[in-house]
C-alpha cells in the first residue's frame, strides 16, 4: 500500500476524429461498459493511492460527468480522494494549453498542497493492468531521480508502429540513457508507457522551470534535455499495454477485449477494474438472434446477427440486421436489413433499414453522435 504517493492523471491531447469531438480520450468507452481512464484510476487504487489528480485538457464534461466524486473507485473521501481539475485559465497562451507543462502548472498549487512525497504520473491513454505498488517501492529502492514504465515490444510486426511511442535506450543496469521521442527510424523496441513515478519536490522543481523557460513538454523539454543530471531508470511491464491514440488503435483495443486470455489478463479478480454502474435490465435475445463471440453490456435487444462486436448499452439491432467486427455505443438503433462491418459508431446513431455501411480492419468507418442515415 502507498499512502505517501499521490496520482496525477493527464487527459491526453490526442484527437480521434469523431469520436473525441464531444469528449476527451480519457472518456471514450471501452469494452462496451467502461472507459479509458478507468483501466489507470483502479490501478492506482489498487495501489493504495487514495489521493489522485485528474488534470483535464478540453472538452471535459462527459470526462466529469463519469468519474464524478470517484464512489466507484472508494475516492469520495474528506481527506484526498478524487479531484478533478479543469484547465487554469492563467496558463493559456491565447487560451490554448501548448502541452502537459501547461496543465502541470495549472495544478501546481494542487501538487504543493497534497502531503504525498511521492508521485505516479500519467501523461497518456492506455490499457492495462499492472501493479503499481512494486513500481513505487522499485522507485525508492532503486534511489532513482524519476522511474519510467516501459515495455518491450520486439517482435512488433511493423516497424512503424514504434514510431507513436517515446522509446528509451537503457543500459544492462536498467538506468535510461537515451529518450527519443516518436523518432522516425526506432533503434530500440523498449517503449515508454507513459507512467513515471518520481519525488513530488522533484515534480515541482521541473514545472516551475520549465514554465520559466517557456518549455512546454515534460518529456522533450525536461526529462531528454537533463538526462546527465539525473538518475533516470525504468521499470518494466511484462503484461498486455495498448496506447489509444488514433482510430485504428482504437478500434484494435476494443476488438482486443474479444480475446479471453486478454480478459482474463486485464479484469485480474486481485486488481479489479472498477467503473461507473447503471442499473439496467438484462440483455434480451430474440427467437432468432445470432450472436458469436461479442461483448454485449446490459440493455440491449439483439434480434438479428452480431458476430465479433462490442455493444454497449441499450443498443438494438433488428430482425435480419447483420453486424459483424464492429464497435456500437449506446443507444444505437439498426434496423432490418441492415448491413455493418468494420464500423464505429458513437452513441445514438440510427441506421435505417436496408443500409450497408463497410469499413477495414485498418481504418474502420467512423460515425458521429446522434447520427441518422
Same mark, same amino acid.
Given at each position: 500500500?502507498?499512502?505517501?504517493?499521490?496520482?496525477?492523471?493527464?487527459? *491526453?491531447?490526442?484527437?480521434?476524429?469523431?469520436?473525441?469531438?464531444?469528449?476527451?480520450? *480519457?472518456?471514450?468507452?471501452?469494452? $462496451?461498459?467502461?472507459?479509458?481512464?478507468?483501466?489507470?484510476?483502479?490501478?492506482?487504487?489498487?495501489?493504495?493511492?487514495?489521493?489522485?489528480?485528474?488534470? &483535464?485538457?478540453?472538452?471535459?464534461?462527459?470526462?466529469?460527468?463519469?468519474?464524478?466524486? $470517484?464512489?466507484?473507485?472508494?475516492?469520495? !473521501?474528506?481527506?484526498?480522494?478524487?479531484?478533478?481539475?479543469?484547465?487554469?485559465?492563467?496558463?493559456?497562451?491565447? $487560451?490554448?494549453?501548448?502541452?502537459?507543462?501547461?496543465?502541470?502548472?495549472?495544478?501546481?498549487?494542487?501538487?504543493?498542497?497534497?502531503?504525498?512525497?511521492?508521485?505516479?504520473?500519467?501523461?497518456?491513454?492506455?490499457?492495462?493492468?499492472?501493479?503499481?505498488?512494486?513500481? @513505487?517501492?522499485?522507485?525508492?529502492?532503486?534511489?532513482?531521480?524519476?522511474?519510467?514504465?516501459?515495455?518491450?515490444?520486439?517482435?512488433?510486426?511493423?516497424?512503424?508502429?514504434?514510431?507513436?511511442?517515446?522509446?528509451?535506450?537503457?543500459?544492462?543496469?536498467?538506468?535510461? !540513457?537515451?529518450?527519443?521521442?516518436?523518432?522516425?527510424?526506432?533503434? &530500440?523496441? &523498449?517503449?515508454?508507457?507513459?507512467?513515471?513515478?518520481?519525488?513530488?519536490?522533484?515534480?515541482?522543481?521541473?514545472?516551475?522551470?520549465?514554465?520559466?523557460?517557456?518549455?512546454?513538454?515534460?518529456?522533450?523539454?525536461?526529462?531528454?534535455?537533463?538526462?546527465?543530471?539525473?538518475?533516470?531508470?525504468?521499470?518494466?511491464?511484462?503484461?498486455?499495454?495498448?496506447? @489509444?491514440?488514433?482510430?485504428?488503435?482504437?478500434?484494435?483495443?476494443?476488438?482486443?477485449?474479444?480475446?479471453?486470455?486478454?480478459?482474463?489478463?486485464?479484469?485480474?479478480?486481485?486488481?479489479?477494474?472498477?467503473?461507473?454502474?447503471?442499473?439496467?435490465?438484462?440483455?434480451?435475445?430474440?427467437?432468432?438472434?445470432?450472436?458469436?463471440?461479442?461483448?454485449?453490456?446490459?440493455?440491449?435487444?439483439?434480434? $438479428?446477427?452480431?458476430?465479433?462486436?462490442?455493444? *454497449?448499452?441499450?443498443?438494438?439491432?433488428?430482425?435480419?440486421?447483420?453486424?459483424?467486427?464492429?464497435?456500437?455505443?449506446?443507444? *444505437?438503433?439498426?434496423?432490418?436489413?441492415?448491413?455493418?462491418?468494420?464500423?464505429?459508431?458513437?452513441?445514438?446513431?440510427?441506421?435505417?433499414?436496408?443500409?450497408?455501411?463497410?469499413?477495414?480492419?485498418?481504418?474502420?468507418?467512423?460515425?458521429?453522435?446522434?447520427?441518422?442515415?
Amino acid at each position: 500500500m502507498n499512502k505517501d504517493t499521490m496520482g496525477i492523471i493527464l487527459t *491526453s491531447g490526442d484527437r480521434i476524429h469523431p469520436l473525441t469531438e464531444i469528449r476527451a480520450n *480519457s472518456a471514450l468507452p471501452i469494452a $462496451g461498459r467502461y472507459r479509458i481512464i478507468d483501466f489507470v484510476l483502479s490501478n492506482m487504487v489498487n495501489a493504495g493511492i487514495t489521493n489522485i489528480g485528474v488534470a &483535464t485538457e478540453s472538452n471535459y464534461s462527459s470526462l466529469m460527468d463519469h468519474i464524478k466524486s $470517484g464512489k466507484p473507485w472508494d475516492l469520495d !473521501r474528506k481527506k484526498g480522494g478524487l479531484n478533478i481539475l479543469p484547465p487554469s485559465l492563467e496558463q493559456m497562451n491565447l $487560451g490554448v494549453i501548448r502541452g502537459n507543462i501547461d496543465m502541470l502548472a495549472g495544478i501546481r498549487d494542487y501538487i504543493h498542497r497534497s502531503p504525498e512525497s511521492y508521485v505516479i504520473l500519467n501523461l497518456g491513454n492506455n490499457i492495462y493492468n499492472m501493479d503499481m505498488a512494486a513500481i @513505487v517501492d522499485a522507485h525508492i529502492k532503486s534511489q532513482a531521480d524519476i522511474t519510467a514504465v516501459y515495455k518491450d515490444y520486439a517482435g512488433i510486426s511493423e516497424e512503424a508502429e514504434l514510431t507513436r511511442y517515446t522509446l528509451l535506450e537503457i543500459d544492462e543496469e536498467g538506468r535510461v !540513457r537515451d529518450i527519443e521521442v516518436q523518432p522516425y527510424y526506432p533503434k &530500440t523496441t &523498449t517503449a515508454s508507457l507513459d507512467i513515471y513515478v518520481m519525488d513530488k519536490v522533484l515534480l515541482e522543481s521541473i514545472i516551475d522551470e520549465c514554465s520559466a523557460r517557456g518549455d512546454k513538454d515534460l518529456v522533450k523539454d525536461a526529462l531528454v534535455k537533463k538526462m546527465g543530471g539525473m538518475r533516470i531508470f525504468g521499470y518494466k511491464h511484462e503484461g498486455y499495454c495498448y496506447k @489509444v491514440d488514433s482510430m485504428k488503435a482504437y478500434y484494435a483495443a476494443n476488438m482486443n477485449f474479444l480475446n479471453g486470455a486478454l480478459r482474463k489478463e486485464l479484469f485480474n479478480p486481485e486488481r479489479p477494474i472498477f467503473t461507473k454502474t447503471k442499473d439496467q435490465t438484462p440483455t434480451k435475445y430474440g427467437a432468432e438472434a445470432e450472436v458469436y463471440n461479442c461483448f454485449v453490456s446490459d440493455g440491449c435487444v439483439i434480434e $438479428g446477427t452480431v458476430e465479433n462486436c462490442i455493444l *454497449s448499452r441499450g443498443v438494438k439491432v433488428e430482425k435480419g440486421a447483420i453486424v459483424r467486427n464492429s464497435i456500437i455505443m449506446q443507444d *444505437s438503433i439498426i434496423e432490418e436489413g441492415v448491413e455493418l462491418d468494420c464500423v464505429v459508431f458513437d452513441k445514438e446513431v440510427h441506421i435505417t433499414k436496408g443500409r450497408k455501411l463497410i469499413g477495414q480492419e485498418a481504418a474502420p468507418l467512423a460515425i458521429e453522435k446522434g447520427t441518422k442515415i
